[in-house]
């Protein structure tokens, strides 16, 4: 098996371990960082379909998204100011008055994992904190809004609202959350919707390019 | 037959008279919980977890772990002395007002917030968590099987404080779309630890009821197997109505509500949710193994703890047609 193909197998069963050192051999064999790079961004996507296809289950995605991320960690000092692989920068948050985290964390790994720079506002964020975020950060291609309650279902409005009011331009919004539906997200003039972790990588790539 | 009598005859697998409904079936216990487990206001628990609360009740503050990996759990867990936090007394005051005439009419439900797999979460944060379920999955087990006997033991306390009826044990395991983690990786790391939880309370003559939100009905054969006969907040994400036909007298299902949909929108009409109860009673109603239980909120919060003054229409509205 090639290097680059180790690499990608311990990516996408998630030994974490072991692809740091995979990472630098692939490289010390001659292969471009930008070239492994993309054969874990491949594996993630992978990943992500696996999960949306109910093969593979949260766990299993997270400790990809790890593996990945040790992986990257031997890369970026061999890719600073390279951006080419890059989708641009995506703010993230849950809306105001919404406290829960872990369906956001999920999306973040997994839009990260697909190319992009993750500026994470947390959770309870006010709507105009989204835009601040955005003029505050380079190359802000996506804004990632998250609601799990039918309760903070108006401040995702809010959100989108303020954000395309906000005159922002080059930069799409994606929502997701328990209660929000493609027509929700429709009707409240966001860009995108997704169901879960793994098509949101999807969505934001799509939306994007 | 009285809101009493007619939950035992569901239990007994005869025929009710009319589909209960949670909030006038129960007598819902929850001042030993709030001690042990998770302060319903928020404020730090007995195992040292920040509480912050929420419109919906209290979560584990985002973000503030005791722990990152599940194999120093012993460094960091340290169980509350039972005797020392007032137990007995929290629960002696919550029934005060509660005498026998109303144990004939009522039945005691005793809740246990912060299950298994829930606690392990509010240590070391979701994501820690589930790694950890395939990362490590000896020391979860070990950590599981300490947090089983801890559990068991309050267990006993709020049996012997409440003398309860049902006693429901709350441990979310999945969300909107599927389950957190395999069936497998339930079956292998947690099933053990939360049969002896199942066990401990069947074993005292106490009706177990099991908790678990979202898309878990691949799980639910497993709490009927280890002796769950109630499964509560079962959401319509799931195939209620297989549910109920494969377990029909063995399993009653207390939900129904479609907690993500218009009926429990922000400015949902009370018409809205007596069309939600219809279609419950409808639906899951028919077949004498129903509890409705309303999930709503609104704009103040859980309508179990805030009110809401759609619910008493709703509720009367219901209790027009559920007659069976």
Known sequence: MSKINEVKELVETGKSKKVGAAVQEAIDVGNKPADILQAMVDSMSVVGDKFSSGEIFVPEMLIAAKAMSKGVDVLRPLMAGDNSASLGTCVIGTVAGDLHDIGKNLVSMMIESAGFTMVDLGVDVPAENFVKAAKENDNVTLIACSGLLTTTMPALKEAVETIKASGLSGCKVIVGGAPVTPEFAAEIGADGYAADAGSAAVKAKELVK | ?324
């Open chain 2, 1 to 324: 037959m009285n809101q009493r009598e007619n939950f035992f005859a569901m239990i007994e697998g005869k025929k009710p008279e009319f589909i209960p409904n949670s909030m006038e079936v129960y007598k819902s216990c929850i001042a030993g919980t709030c001690i042990t487990d998770s302060p319903l206001m928020g404020g730090v628990d007995s195992f040292g977890v920040n509480w912050v609360a929420t419109k919906e009740g209290a979560m584990p503050e985002p973000n503030k772990f005791l722990f990152d990996e599940i194999a120093d759990w012993k460094e960091h867990v340290h169980f509350a002395d039972l005797d020392s936090l007032g137990i007995e007394a929290a629960a002696a005051k919550e029934m005060e007002d509660f005498n026998q005439n109303n144990r004939n009419e009522l039945v005691v439900n005793v809740f246990s917030a912060c299950g298994l797999f829930e606690r392990m979460a509010a240590f070391m944060g979701f994501e820690n968590a589930l790694c950890s379920l395939v990362e490590d999955p000896d020391s979860c087990r070990e950590f599981f099987e300490a947090l089983a006997d801890y559990r068991i033991a309050c267990h006993n306390r709020f049996i012997d404080a409440y003398q309860p009826d049902v006693l429901t044990y709350f441990d979310d395991l999945a969300t909107a779309n599927g389950l957190f983690m395999s069936p497998k990786v339930y079956r292998e790391v947690i099933k053990p630890s939360h049969q002896r939880i199942v066990e401990a309370v069947t074993s005292r003559g106490v009706i177990f009821s099991q908790h678990t939100c979202g898309k878990c009905e691949e799980i639910v054969g497993d709490y009927v197997e280890m002796g769950a006969r109630i499964w509560h907040s079962a959401q319509s994400m799931n195939d209620l109505e297989g549910i109920q036909e494969k377990y029909n007298d063995r399993l009653i299902i207390e939900g129904g509500w479609d907690s993500s949909g218009p009926a429990s929108y922000i400015g949902a009409s009370t018409e809205d949710l007596i069309e939600e109860a219809k279609r419950c009673a409808n639906v899951y109603g028919q077949k004498g193994n129903f509890i409705l239980m309303p999930t709503l909120l609104n704009e103040n919060g859980n309508s179990l703890f805030v009110g809401d003054p759609r619910l008493e229409p709703m509720l009367k509205a219901f209790n027009e047609i559920n007659k069976l």
